[in-house]
Each structure stands twice: as C-alpha cells, then as structure tokens.
C-alpha cells in the first residue's frame, strides 16, 4: 500500500498527528500493534489513576476541553475525551498491525514499512514519503535484572499490569520507583491494607498538584529557574524537611530537572502524609539480591515480601524496528535533537511524543510535524 504519511502508534500523539495532517488533506495510515488506540490508558492504567496536571496541559489539537470539564480529570474522563476526539475526527487507525521493520529506500526516497497484521498472520508493506514514530516514550515496561530474581516465591509485575490493591491485603508488597506511578500504587496499597514498602533510589521533588499548576503556568512567562525557586519554596513551605523519612530533593529544580533528566516531580495524592504516619515504609537505595521471598537490600536490610511491584519506567522500543533509527534518534530511542526541533529528522523522519513533557508535548510535537509536512509539499508542488 502506497501514501503520503504512516504513522506508528495510535497513542494520544498519533492521534493527535493524524488530526493535523487531515487538517491540511494530507493521506496518512496509523499502524497500531493493539487492537484498541490509547492502549496505555485503556490497557494498562491503575484504576485510581488521576492526571496530576490540569486539563489545558491534557488536550489535544483543535479540541480543547469544555467548561464543565474539572481541572483535573480522573482517568475516566480524559479516556472519554479521546473517544469522543477519535470520533469526531473519525481517525481509523489499522489496529493489530506490529511493525517489523522500517527502512528507508535511496532508490526511490520512500520509506518501507514491513507489519504483520497478528490477526490473519498476513505481511503487509506500506509505503509513504514520511514516516512519523509515535510509539511514546512508554513503549516496554522496564523490569531490572537483579541477581536471584528467578526465585522470588511471590508475585512480580511491572506498574502497567498493576490494577488494584484490593487483592493484596494483608501482603507484605515492595514497590520498586519512587516516581508518580510507584507513590501512588504505594498509597493505593496501602489504602486496601497492604503492608506496604517502597524502594527509592533517587531523589525526587514532592509537591502539590495545585502547586505543579501555578508552576506550568507561570512557565510561559517566567524563566525555569525563578519558577523552579518559587515552586521549591512553596514544597518547603507545605512539607517541610521530608529527608528523615527517607524523601531526599534533588539539588536541581523540579522542572529543570524534568527538562534534562526526564525525572518528573512526584505529585502528591496523599502518600507522603502515610509515610509520616508510619503506614508506608521507606528504603532507600536498591535490591542488591533475592533469595525466595527474602530480599536482601544495598544498605544490608532483609526482608521477606509476598509481592513486588516494579514502578521501574519504561524503555523505547522504537530501535527494535526501526532499522534507520540514527535519522531521528539516539541507540536509547530518542530523539537525538535537542529540543525544540527533537520531533525532525533527516529522510522525511519524525518523531511525536518523545519531548518529555505528556500529552501536552505529544500534542505540540504532532503540530509541528504536521506543519513541516506541508510545507515540504507546498515546495515540492511549486517546484
């Protein structure tokens, strides 16, 4: 099959490039390896999942949210939004289609796209004169080795299998991450009687979603580090000195530290005040081995768990399949631009949805594409 764009990945960024596209008449195909789009929040989102962020950082092109909309929305809602974008921009993506292979073809400056339809086993080969990756920066959940875990006797899954806490009451459960995911399932646990511990290794920033608001936008008109003073601040202010129980702040700001490291701050939802009260336990560092069900950590603490949940992030699967990745990204899967022009790349290849910023930054990067994709045929046309 032959045209102008393919789009891998049917994620808010895909979505949301397809949408432009069209906007200029531009033919494009989304290949999705599930059989639903949004997979991530569809598939594999926790039940208590809350955006931390307002919803005018939650939207997508040509589609702002209403007013009745709160400004912060459950995970219901934004999932409800995106059936209602795909439905009244009528996007098709071709569902159960993983991607093989991408290469690009000098003799005739297109790109090849190999999938394999997983429902009817068929091949298919695509053709295009651009190719956009949006598979996300969620691609893969992020497991570490660690010596022994072959012989964990209990329960191990990774945060996008998590679900709910109501099944392990009276547990004895490790999280793994003490990012925005890993305190959350914490608390979830926590909340269904789980006799719960989380692992944190690195330094985080602990603030309010409100707090995080005030900071997004002040950033339009404000330099980071003023708003990175003023949102450090206002954290100290509400939390106070959280490093005796285990929750240490990076020496960079919050945003700052997002922008270069990819780390967010961790919003709240009511963990850290568990972690004061004693009913969440804190261990700093890493798993140094396991043995059964008794784990033994870096600082020497054993301790037996039944279940481990694993809030480890993800990894870019993008270079499992795209063969001319260095046109765009780095060995890691990303974009190997500094930003803001981290979505283009050389031979007619883009990427949406890698700038670290959520939907917000999946939404501005599909504007973009979409953007330089006209324009490279309105040149060509008047050529």
């Known amino acids: 099959m032959e045209t102008v764009v393919v789009i891998v990945g049917a994620g808010p960024a895909g979505l949301a490039t397809s949408v432009c596209l069209n906007q200029h008449s531009i033919p494009n195909v989304i290949l999705e390896k599930e059989d639903i789009y949004a997979s991530l929040w569809k598939k594999r989102a926790y039940d208590r999942l809350k955006l931390h962020l307002a919803k005018e950082f939650c939207q997508l092109p040509f589609m702002p949210h209403g007013r009745e909309v709160p400004t912060f929305m459950s995970k219901e809602l934004f999932v409800n939004y995106l059936d209602a974008y795909v439905a009244r921009f009528d996007i098709n993506p071709r ?3 993983t991607v093989k292979s991408s290469t690009f073809d000098e003799s005739n400056n297109k790109w090849r796209v190999v999938a394999e ?3 009817t086993g068929e091949t298919e080969v695509y053709w295009s004169e651009f190719l956009v990756v949006a598979t996300g920066e969620n691609g893969d959940g992020n497991i570490p080795m660690v010596e022994g875990i072959d012989t964990f006797g209990g329960e191990i899954m990774h945060s996008s299998e998590y679900k709910s806490g109501r099944d392990f009451k009276d547990k004895n459960v490790l999280v793994v991450g003490g990012g925005n995911s890993g305190m959350e399932i914490s608390f979830d646990l926590c909340n269904f009687g789980a ?6 290794r690195t330094p985080r920033h602990v603030v309010t979603k409100e707090v995080i608001h005030l900071g997004m936008t ?3 008109y404000v330099p980071v580090a003023m708003v990175d003073t003023l949102v450090t601040t206002m954290a100290k202010i509400l939390y106070g000195d959280l490093s005796k129980y285990g929750l240490f702040r990076p020496k960079q700001g919050p945003f700052a530290t997002k922008l270069f490291t990819g780390k967010a701050p961790v919003i709240d939802v ?3 005040e568990k972690i004061r009260d004693g009913e969440i336990q804190v261990i700093n560092g890493g798993i140094g081995s396991i043995n059964g069900k008794t784990l033994t950590f870096e600082n020497g603490h054993k301790q037996d768990f039944d279940a481990i949940v694993f809030a480890t992030g993800y990894k870019s699967s993008v270079c499992n399949w795209l063969e001319d990745y260095e046109y765009v990204m780095k060995k890691d899967g990303f974009p190997k631009a500094p930003m803001p022009k981290h979505w283009k790349g050389e031979k007619n290849l883009y990427c949406a949805g890698f700038s670290r910023k959520g939907i917000v930054g999946g939404a501005e990067d599909a504007m973009s594409v979409a953007d330089d ?7 060509l046309k008047n050529n």
């Open 270 to 272: 009511g963990t850290v």
């Open 95 to 97: 569902y159960n289609r």
């Open 117 to 119: 339809n997983t429902v």
């Open 218 to 220: 002040l950033l339009k």
């Open 195 to 200: 006799n719960t511990t989380i692992l944190i």
């Open 373 to 379: 994709i006209r324009s490279i045929l309105a040149t």
